[in-house]
T-cell receptor, first 115, second 113 residues
């Protein structure tokens, strides 16, 4: 299987910047995803990286280094509503066709934003 | 466009009872998945399907069965519920190569007493 690691918890203050790291090991990388999940709700898509570099979407950016098996999610100008769990997920192209679409999830990083 | 719809949203079962969770998607996605999410454990794959009439086991399939008789529906069954199956269940669907990965349903919170 895949090995995906991310910190369990992080805290930050409103208006600050926070970086959530994710490292992974996979035999056939085919994309990395970040999801946001508020308590009691379903995960929602934030970003997708398949090539090295930075993808920016408003206050959120995601970075990927395939050679290092590393990604980070950068949240700027933090707001209270950003308090949530952030899930890193990797899509693997290896294996049989039946597993090509499957994502492998990390356990999530619980971010708490303080006023 | 409804996306992925799960029913029911909440359920309380007694040990030994059976139930079926329904997942329906209207996006013509080939792949569908059932996950359970427990505190500190993240999302764990129970079963998945790569198309109508096909199913496969995930990481934690014991105690669950699934069926995909129609492309748009993926059913998760608990034949004899146990307290260890108390969890939040998420259904998801996808197309291979999607740039947004999965579309998730809103979840089913199941308590087995």
């Amino acid at each position: 299987g895949q090995n995906i690691d991310q910190p369990t918890e992080m805290t930050a203050t409103e208006g600050a910047i926070v970086q959530i790291n994710c490292t992974y090991q996979t035999s056939g990388f085919n994309g990395l995803f970040w999801y946001q999940q508020h308590a009691g709700e379903a995960p929602t898509f934030l970003s997708y990286n398949v090539l090295d570099g930075l993808e920016e979407k408003g206050r959120f950016s995601s970075f990927l280094s395939r050679s290092k098996g590393y990604s980070y999610l950068l949240l700027k100008e933090l707001q209270m509503k950003d308090s949530a769990s952030y899930l890193c997920a990797v899509r693997d192209r290896s294996g049989r066709g039946s597993t090509l679409g499957r994502l492998y999830f990390g356990r999530g990083t619980q971010l708490t934003v303080w006023p | 466009n409804a996306g992925v719809t799960q029913t029911p949203k909440f359920r309380v079962l007694k040990t030994g009872q059976s139930m079926t969770l329904l997942c329906a998607q209207d996006m013509n996605h080939e792949y569908m998945y059932w996950y359970r999410q427990d505190p500190g454990m993240g999302l764990r794959l129970i079963h998945y399907s790569v198309g109508e009439g096909t199913t496969a086991k995930g990481e934690v399939p014991d105690g669950y069965n699934v069926s995909r008789l129609k492309k748009q529906n993926f059913l998760l069954g608990l034949e004899s519920a146990a307290p260890s199956q108390t969890s939040v269940y998420f259904c998801a669907s996808s197309l291979t190569g999607d740039t947004y990965g999965y579309t998730f349903g809103s979840g089913t919170r199941l308590t087995v007493v």
